[in-house]
């Protein structure tokens, strides 16, 4: 026999305890422990069981994705929503989550696809002045719930029966049967669920939009990642105007595609033709300043790494990598003190990248190196120049992925000549001069030769 055991869990984390704790041990909220109920699950019948069927036998629409006509969107997604998926739509407050998703509820209901957007957290009213200074037409098929309680959005998906539906946000929608808050753990866990069974059993895909702060610290979209099917961070510097929905979770496509906006007084405008949207438009070369074609997905973005190499006043001399991967910085710096001889212990070291933008992926490396350089020596690289390569330990330069990407759109940018890894085989671009390098020392001396 099964002991009976209690059990606790904070509603701000999600850490379980045996006992009620005053203080959680894993976040640091306190009281915040509330007794986890255990008639969460019904006992079926075994008429209502399901049983297994032969995976040959399962009938699908392969045409059936759902397209929002938002491109940027659907990129993201996959290629459009599939049917009866739940899509995570995560994002600091005010980065424009309902801006997003009241226009994918406006683009379906123009369509003529029936949508349910439930606002736990604005009024119509509010609804009907974003609706306005987004330019959205009256239509006979968007329909609002201004309502925070998870039975009336029941009831309005009995009645209206919508072919998606929005909810915004998961974090204020609750269950009044049970004494939890809302937005607590245990809220967020049950109304989500009632949602994904629902998109299962009609098919109608679903969003549920979830609020996170700096830290990501809120616990409500981090415990929904693993039951929702796609999740979608919406991400934005505060101070620029551009937005930009990257997929952390997709069952039904790649997570490396990006989608880009731009946030104005008339709405979220997509922008398709992202490639140069964060290069300068000041054409001439300066130390520091290197031009890198970042592939995101299918799409090459061309992004400039800036370094700044400053003598340093400090015992410990600074090191701020903005946008780029602290450890891979690092060890390019170690590179060209060991390979190169570059002196960099009694300099601060600064790196930025243009717009906001991460980059994670190791091809950057030859950029970084030279933009180091190009700073310590105060001397600006080969003009029109982008490079590209990973750095080993040893110096050599190794090959990188979708090498012909990155080069064919930077040609198309009128970039004239490119850096590239010597083992890429033979690399020709129309209209550009690529220099193909084994070493780094090599590479350094090609970009800084006067020509
Ligand atoms: N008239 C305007 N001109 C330019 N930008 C605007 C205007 N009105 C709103 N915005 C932008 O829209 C953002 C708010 O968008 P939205 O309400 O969709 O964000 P949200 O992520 O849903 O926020 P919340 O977390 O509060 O729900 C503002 O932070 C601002 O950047
Ligand atoms: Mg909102």
Same mark, same amino acid.
């Given at each position: 026999?099964?002991?009976?055991?209690?059990?606790?869990?904070?509603?701000?984390?999600?850490?379980?305890?045996?006992?009620?704790?005053?203080?959680?041990?894993?976040?640091?909220?306190?009281?915040?422990?509330?007794?986890?109920?255990?008639?969460?699950?019904?006992?079926?019948?075994?008429?209502?069981?399901?049983?297994?069927?032969?995976?040959?036998?399962?009938?699908?629409?392969?045409?059936?994705?759902?397209?929002?006509?938002?491109?940027?969107?659907?990129?993201?997604?996959?290629?459009?929503?599939?049917?009866?998926?739940?899509?995570?739509?995560?994002?600091?407050?005010?980065?424009?989550?309902?801006?997003?998703?009241?226009?994918?509820?406006?683009?379906?209901?123009?369509?003529?696809?029936?949508?349910?957007?439930?606002?736990?957290?604005?009024?119509?009213?509010?609804?009907?002045?974003?609706?306005?200074?987004?330019?959205?037409?009256?239509?006979?098929?968007?329909?609002?719930?201004?309502?925070?309680?998870? !039975?009336? &959005?029941?009831?309005? +998906? =009995?009645?209206? #029966?919508?072919?998606?539906?929005? *909810?915004?946000? /998961?974090?204020? $929608?609750?269950?009044?049967?049970?004494?939890?808050?809302?937005?607590?753990?245990?809220?967020?866990? !049950?109304? &989500?669920?009632?949602? +994904? =069974?629902?998109? #299962?059993?009609?098919?109608?895909? *679903?969003?549920? /939009?979830?609020? $996170?702060?700096?830290?990501?610290?809120?616990?409500?979209?981090?415990?929904?990642?693993?039951?929702?099917?796609?999740?979608?961070?919406?991400?934005?510097?505060?101070?620029?105007?551009?937005?930009?929905?990257?997929?952390?979770?997709?069952?039904?496509?790649?997570?490396?595609?990006?989608?880009?906006?731009?946030?104005?007084?008339?709405?979220?405008?997509?922008?398709?033709?992202?490639?140069?949207?964060?290069?300068?438009?000041?054409?001439?070369?300066?130390?520091?300043?290197?031009?890198?074609?970042?592939?995101?997905?299918?799409?090459?973005?061309?992004?400039?790494?800036?370094?700044?190499?400053?003598?340093?006043?400090?015992?410990?001399?600074?090191?701020?990598?903005?946008?780029?991967?602290?450890?891979?910085?690092?060890?390019?710096?170690?590179?060209?003190?060991?390979?190169?001889?570059?002196?960099?212990?009694?300099?601060?070291?600064?790196?930025?990248?243009?717009?906001?933008?991460?980059?994670?992926?190791?091809?950057?490396?030859?950029?970084?190196?030279?933009?180091?350089?190009?700073?310590?020596?105060?001397?600006?690289?080969?003009?029109?120049?982008?490079?590209?390569?990973?750095?080993?330990?040893?110096?050599?330069?190794?090959?990188?992925?979708?090498?012909?990407?990155?080069?064919?759109?930077?040609?198309?940018?009128?970039?004239?000549?490119?850096?590239?890894?010597?083992?890429?085989?033979?690399?020709?671009?129309?209209?550009?001069?690529?220099?193909?390098?084994?070493?780094?020392?090599?590479?350094?001396?090609?970009?800084?030769?006067?020509?």
């Amino acid at each position: 026999m099964t002991k009976d055991r209690k059990v606790f869990s904070c509603q701000e984390c999600g850490y379980a305890s045996t006992k009620w704790l005053g203080k959680c041990p894993s976040c640091g909220a306190w009281n915040s422990f509330h007794e986890e109920n255990k008639n969460g699950h019904r006992n079926l019948s075994s008429g209502e069981m399901s049983r297994p069927v032969l995976l040959k036998d399962i009938t699908f629409d392969k045409q059936s994705r759902l397209l929002t006509g938002i491109g940027e969107l659907d990129r993201v997604a996959g290629g459009g929503l599939v049917p009866g998926s739940v899509i995570l739509l995560a994002g600091e407050p005010g980065i424009g989550k309902s801006t997003l998703v009241l226009l994918v509820a406006s683009n379906l209901a123009e369509k003529g696809k029936k949508v349910l957007y439930v606002s736990a957290e604005e009024s119509p009213g509010q609804l009907r002045v974003r609706s306005e200074r987004l330019g959205i037409k009256n239509t006979e098929n968007l329909f609002l719930l201004s309502e925070n309680e998870i !039975r009336a &959005a029941e009831n309005a +998906i =009995e009645s209206v #029966k919508p072919d998606a539906v929005i *909810v915004d946000s /998961i974090q204020m $929608i609750y269950d009044s049967d049970f004494d939890y808050p809302c937005g607590s753990v245990f809220q967020v866990r !049950r109304t &989500a669920q009632f949602f +994904i =069974e629902n998109a #299962k059993k009609s098919h109608a895909p *679903v969003f549920l /939009i979830g609020h $996170i702060t700096k830290e990501g610290s809120i616990a409500g979209p981090k415990i929904l990642e693993h039951i929702v099917d796609v999740v979608l961070y919406f991400e934005g510097d505060r101070l620029s105007n551009l937005r930009i929905l990257k997929g952390n979770k997709n069952r039904f496509g790649s997570t490396e595609e990006i989608g880009v906006f731009r946030m104005d007084e008339n709405g979220l405008i997509e922008v398709p033709d992202s490639s140069r949207l964060f290069l300068s438009n000041n054409n001439t070369s300066q130390p520091g300043l290197v031009i890198f074609p970042s592939q995101e997905g299918k799409r090459t973005i061309l992004l400039e790494i800036q370094s700044l190499i400053t003598p340093s006043y400090l015992a410990v001399p600074r090191r701020t990598f903005t946008g780029l991967d602290y450890n891979r910085v690092n060890l390019v710096i170690a590179v060209l003190e060991k390979k190169l001889r570059i002196n960099l212990g009694s300099r601060d070291v600064y790196f930025n990248v243009s717009g906001g933008l991460k980059i994670s992926e190791p091809a950057v490396d030859l950029a970084v190196a030279v933009a180091s350089i190009s700073s310590y020596k105060d001397v600006p690289p080969l003009s029109q120049t982008v490079f590209i390569g990973e750095i080993a330990l040893t110096g050599e330069i190794r090959p990188v992925q979708h090498l012909i990407n990155r080069l064919k759109e930077s040609a198309r940018l009128g970039f004239k000549n490119a850096f590239v890894p010597a083992e890429s085989g033979n690399v020709s671009v129309a209209g550009m001069k690529i220099f193909q390098v084994r070493w780094l020392g090599d590479a350094v001396n090609l970009a800084f030769k006067k020509v």
